[in-house]
T-cell receptor, first 115, second 111 residues
Framework: NAGVMQNPRHLVRRRGQEARLRCSPVKGHSHVYWYRQLPEEGLKFMVYLQKENIIDESGMPKERFSAEFPKEGPSILRIQQVVRGDSAAYFC?????????????FGEGSWLTVV | AQTVTQSQPEMSVQEAETVTLSCTYDTSENNYYLFWYKQPPSRQMILVIRQEAYKQQNATENRFSVNFQKAAKSFSLKISDSQLGDTAMYFCAFGSEKLVFGKGTKLTVNP
């Protein structure tokens, strides 16, 4: 399966801990997007990255959240000092080219539960 | 603000029948793309169909077709010959760089 790979699929963290979610895009894709899905909601855009660059982080909370897509290795979404409200599904997506309109392919999501 | 409205939180249809899911959106942009994604119980997001806003011809993918009315900012999804495997949440989305999603419609196909 050469699709978008996310891990872990499920992650449980206590309040105050850090969560790290990893995303390996489709081979050859250099554009990565992170979306968050709260319960009973649609997906909401968080951040758009290319290799080593953050292109658009307008959907990222101002504090505790950060994302990177290094030259080598997967993209990482990092949430510091997690709170109960961070419990959600986090979806990564990738595309071979940038916008506009290039179809993005989603991974299976990472479910974060904060207890 | 860019928004997507899916006015039907839940729908059901009998196997082999046809169902239409509605979607309206609001944007001041002229060039954008529209999508329908399916999210089955496995929770994976699966692309169903894609439409370029500058194309007047409605997109079709096998049993799935759209009715795109740009002036009305409407983008409905028609599923023909519904199958049990079509049971899922369906999300409408649009955008050019980042996608804006609706809250979804839960579709149940009954045997």
């Amino acid at each position: 399966n050469a699709g978008v790979m996310q891990n872990p699929r499920h992650l449980v963290r206590r309040r105050g801990q850090e969560a790290r979610l990893r995303c390996s895009p489709v081979k050859g894709h250099s554009h990565v997007y992170w979306y968050r899905q709260l319960p009973e909601e649609g997906l909401k855009f968080m951040v758009y990255l290319q290799k080593e660059n953050i292109i658009d982080e307008s959907g990222m909370p101002k504090e505790r959240f950060s994302a990177e897509f290094p030259k080598e290795g997967p993209s990482i979404l990092r949430i510091q000092q997690v709170v109960r409200g961070d419990s959600a599904a986090y979806f990564c997506a990738s595309s071979p080219q940038g916008p506009p309109g290039n179809t993005i392919y989603f991974g299976e999501g990472s479910w974060l539960t904060v207890v | 603000a860019q928004t997507v409205t899916q006015s039907q939180p839940e729908m059901s249809v009998q196997e082999a029948e046809t169902v239409t899911l509605s979607c309206t959106y609001d944007t001041s942009e002229n060039n954008y793309y529209l999508f329908w994604y399916k999210q089955p119980p496995s929770r994976q997001m699966i692309l169903v169909i894609r439409q370029e806003a500058y194309k007047q011809q409605n997109a079709t993918e096998n049993r799935f077709s759209v009715n795109f009315q740009k002036a009305a900012k409407s983008f409905s999804l028609k599923i023909s010959d519904s199958q049990l495997g079509d049971t899922a949440m369906y999300f409408c989305a649009f955008g050019s760089e980042k996608l804006v999603f609706g809250k979804g419609t839960k579709l149940t196909v009954n045997p």
